[in-house]
């Protein structure tokens, strides 16, 4: 924009501040959305940008063009050298998105608002089509046309609101509506006994919670270990409210998140076993020696042996780890060691001699071997426990332990795992996005069961491909929003051939910045490392390779 022109809108905006009590600045409630790409904007994430930009975007052609030729200006503008600049689209075609923008030449982000419910929170409609958010108060500075106004917005300069903010009307029931929306997502963590930190228990406790469950909605972060749903195989139990549940449940707590007429409370009548181990009674249990944790420091890690006692082969079909002290217990894997091997190897790379069998971290869940599958326990064999724990700061000790699920008769296959992973890296201080790529090479015809993405604290994100011997690739997994604390094995629904020669590739980044709320220091540099203040990047991968029996293992063992 030409100086004399922002000028003139400033003017205008001096003008028009008599009537700043009908154009006051309102509170914008942080929120997160995927890009056409498959990338998270987080609002909250631009806390250190002057101004957040966002603009209705319409498939219309002409209309695209003009909006798209707006923002390209005032972007090229030194002076919104530090405003961010995104399209929202209230429409779930992100094909059609990507084929205008890739055509338009556009790079500007279209983010995808399917529920319509931040287009809606942020009154982009009855003409408003555009507004200036300042992301670190969280205040909305303009709403109103896309136009030149918004020059003047992002420099502070004009404060104008119009449109209507986000109805509070909701006809949806508590008892019809809410509380299926609740049962289906939530309380199977959220009970008395679950691993959720309260209990919806009842209509009180959920309208106690109402505004924290509306905030973690919208931000993504509820329910845990959600993906992009329009890419990739098929994954099972997926976690993530749908599109009308999220407006359903967002409206209602708008609306005072408010009880039936007749009062009847389905929550109040839910009851819950808690067993102790979700996949029933182990065949096996293990009790892992007692670990004492001091308050404060860092711990290295242990090795620990686990005596086995075997007195002939078997077969593992499952393995479940109950920790002791959730606090403090960050991993464990469990290495199969011959009563040959009593030695540690790879210290440095937190690798032990023998396969692993299985393991524990924050919001893992057990380990199945599905399609008579299973993992194998040699007479005289042991296992060997590579625990990992932080302190928190108090004294404690931690009583671990593991579950053995047997089959009766050897299985018919036998499941094996991998890694594309990268450990060769330095991340600069203050990375908002520093990109690692690993790779796994498939030597013989398999098939692919699950997939792990596995960071510390400054994961950001992580997909999963697979580039085939002909030159093909296709995503198998987006992981949009990386949590430490929520590390899921996705499952897929139906294996998947992977021919000899193909290459399962992962790539993610690291955010080492200061808007990376888990970052335990973003000054310095971080290389791979096994402690939680270094990094890992690692996808893990659990595959059947084709032609491996139980016999062919006993055989080559």
């Not at 409206?251 to 408010?258: E, K, T, V």
């Not at 993992?375 to 060997?384: A, D, M, P, Q, T």
Request: proline share 6%.
């Amino acid at each position: 924009m030409k100086l004399g022109k922002v000028i003139a809108v400033c003017l205008i905006a001096a003008i028009c501040g008599s009537f700043h009590s009908a154009f006051a600045q309102s509170s914008v409630g942080d929120f997160a959305l995927l890009d056409h790409q498959g990338k998270l904007h987080q609002l909250s994430y631009y806390g250190d940008h002057q101004a957040v930009v966002m603009v209705a975007h319409q498939l219309d052609k002409t209309t695209a063009e003009g909006k798209l030729s707006l923002l390209k200006s005032l972007r090229s503008d030194p002076a919104n050298n530090k405003a961010v600049f995104l399209f929202i689209n209230t429409t779930d075609d992100r094909d059609q998105i990507s084929i205008d923008s890739a055509a338009s030449d556009s790079d500007i982000p279209v983010l995808i608002d399917e529920a319509r419910l931040v287009s809606e929170t942020l009154g982009l409609s009855g003409g408003a089509d555009a507004v200036v958010i300042d992301p670190g108060s969280m205040t909305m500075l303009y709403r109103g046309v896309a136009d030149e106004s918004i020059a003047a917005a992002i420099a502070g300069d004009a404060s104008r609101i119009a449109g209507n903010a986000a109805s509070t009307d909701s006809t949806a029931s508590y008892a019809r509506d809410i509380v299926p929306i609740l049962q289906n997502n939530c309380v199977s963590c959220h009970h008395d006994g679950g691993i959720g930190p309260w209990s919806m228990s009842s209509h009180g406790m959920i309208k106690g919670w109402s505004k924290m469950m509306r905030e973690v909605v919208m931000t993504r972060r509820m329910p845990p270990g959600q993906i992009d749903q329009h890419v990739g195989k098929a994954i099972q139990e997926t976690a993530g409210l749908t599109a009308k549940e999220q407006r359903t449940l967002v409206h209602w707590i708008d609306a005072g998140a408010p009880m039936d007429a007749d009062q009847q409370d389905p929550l109040k009548d839910l009851r819950f076993e808690n067993p102790r181990y979700t996949l029933g009674e182990p065949d096996i249990i293990l009790k892992v020696p007692a670990q004492t944790i001091p308050a404060t420091g860092v711990i290295d890690y242990r090795y620990v042996p686990v005596e086995l006692n075997l007195e002939r082969d078997v077969w593992v079909r499952a393995m479940e780890t109950i920790p002791g002290d959730r606090q403090v217990l960050h991993h464990v894997i469990a290495y199969v060691s011959s009563p040959a091997d009593k030695t540690v190897r790879g210290r440095q790379t937190g690798a032990a001699n023998g396969e692993s069998l299985g393991g524990f971290a924050p919001g893992r869940q057990p380990d199945v071997f599905r399609d008579d599958s299973g993992r194998l326990l040699s007479k005289g064999s042991n296992l060997l426990l590579q625990m990992h724990y932080t302190t928190s700061g108090k004294e404690t000790v931690d009583e671990t332990e593991i579950g053995l699920y047997i089959y009766d008769q050897p299985p018919t296959h036998v499941m094996a795992g991998g890694v594309a992973g990268q450990r060769r890296f330095l991340i600069p201080p203050h990375a908002k996005e520093h990109k690692l790529e690993g790779e796994q090479l498939i030597e013989r015809d398999a098939y692919l069961y699950s997939l792990m993405p596995h960071m510390h604290y400054r994961g950001k994100y992580m997909r999963y491909s697979a580039v085939y011997p002909d030159g093909s690739s296709e995503i198998l997994l987006s992981v949009p929003r990386y949590e430490f604390n929520w590390q899921f094995n996705y499952q897929l629904v139906e294996p998947l051939f992977l021919p000899a020669g193909t290459r399962l590739v992962a790539n993610g980044a690291m955010d080492n910045s200061a808007r990376n709320p888990f970052n335990p220091d973003p000054d310095k540099p971080v290389h791979f490392g096994l402690q939680t203040k270094h990094e890992m990047f690692f996808g893990f991968t659990t595959l059947r390779y084709i032609g491996d029996s139980p016999q062919h293992k006993l055989a080559g063992r």
